[in-house]
């Protein structure tokens, strides 16, 4: 199954992005390569019995020609070619307008959906996933926060300067932790107000201000479930552009197992045996419930479990 993750399709050229003239040159060079995301989704090509999909990519010629504004393209990097790669974030609305919409901008199909369905290729869901996480920034960062000002496009999209008062903003990422808790025989999963019926996950949370990670992990499952975790060795990390988190994959060990939860946060949480758990994963258990697929760090996590790593 493929996951959304890093990609090392592209060069990102971090050091080139403020040379204005180098990004201008290859936006238009012959071999530039642009997606478009229309309301954050990508346009595809699929096959026809939709097994397999594609992002669709278009010259500048062809977005010149469909009217699309092209000045403040997302630079995302560069192939083993030279050729430059960008991502043009626009709204669905205006694809609408564009002559041959349906032949050519069309159809757009969400990320989250394309991971979820395993038709494309990890190294493409995770560009789409840099250009996502980037364009959705880009739409609510319009506005200066410290005097409202507006702000402008730097840096191939890298960056925002207020134009009033000359302050600097750069994308934005928010580092969540999700943890494995673990008695050493069990694993602690919880059942979210949110999540499909019958599904189970690991717990998770947002970093607050001042806190590292291995905090953080303790606070979110104390909140939760109020158990107390000691060690919190770390286990591995995945970028969630929805919208733009960074997911820092945990493993805690539990000091307490009695369980209560916080209602307003969780429906549930319950320890579950590995075998329980590895049904779950297989989904064959016997009361029907489930783990998140394999596109989230969260079945990594439970499946690492299950194998005794
Ligand atoms: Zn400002």
Redesign the pocket.
């Given at each position: 199954m493929p996951t959304v993750g890093s990609t090392r399709m592209l060069d990102r050229l971090g050091p080139k992005r403020s040379d204005a003239e180098f990004l201008q040159s290859k936006l238009k060079a012959p071999g530039a390569q642009f997606l478009v995301l229309a309301d954050l989704k990508p346009v595809i090509r699929s096959n026809p019995q939709r097994t397999e999909a594609k992002l669709a990519w278009f010259t500048l010629e062809a977005l010149t020609q469909f009217g699309l504004p092209t000045a403040e393209a997302l630079f995302l990097g560069v192939d083993n070619s030279g050729n430059g790669y960008f991502a043009l974030a626009v709204t669905e609305h205006r694809t609408r307008n564009v002559p041959g919409a349906i032949e050519n901008l069309r159809p757009i199909v969400d990320l989250r959906s394309l991971a979820m369905q395993g038709i494309m290729t990890p190294e493409e869901l995770s560009l789409c996933g840099q250009a996502r996480a980037l364009a959705q920034w880009h739409e609510n960062a319009r506005c200066?926060g410290?005097?409202?000002?507006t702000?402008l496009v730097k840096d191939g999209g890298w960056r925002r300067k207020?134009?009033?008062?000359?302050?600097e903003w750069f994308p934005r990422t928010d580092p969540v932790v999700i943890m494995l808790i673990t008695d050493g025989d069990r694993c602690l999963l919880a059942h979210e107000h949110r999540y499909a019926d019958k599904m189970y996950s690991t717990l998770a949370g947002f970093i607050e201000p001042g806190e590292d990670i291995e905090h953080a992990v303790r606070r979110e499952v104390m909140e939760e479930t109020n158990i107390t975790v000691g060690e919190v060795p770390f286990h591995s990390s995945q970028p969630w552009p929805f919208p733009h988190s960074l997911m820092l994959g945990c493993v805690g060990k539990a000091q307490t197992t009695d369980i209560t939860i916080d209602t307003g946060e969780i429906a549930e949480a319950r320890w579950f045996t590995r075998e329980e758990a590895g049904a779950m994963l297989e989904r064959r258990h016997p009361d029907g419930l489930t783990v998140p697929g394999k596109q989230a760090i969260a079945n990594a996590l439970i499946t690492s479990f299950v194998e005794g790593k």
């Open positions: 200066c410290h005097c409202g000002g702000t207020c134009w009033a008062c000359g302050l």
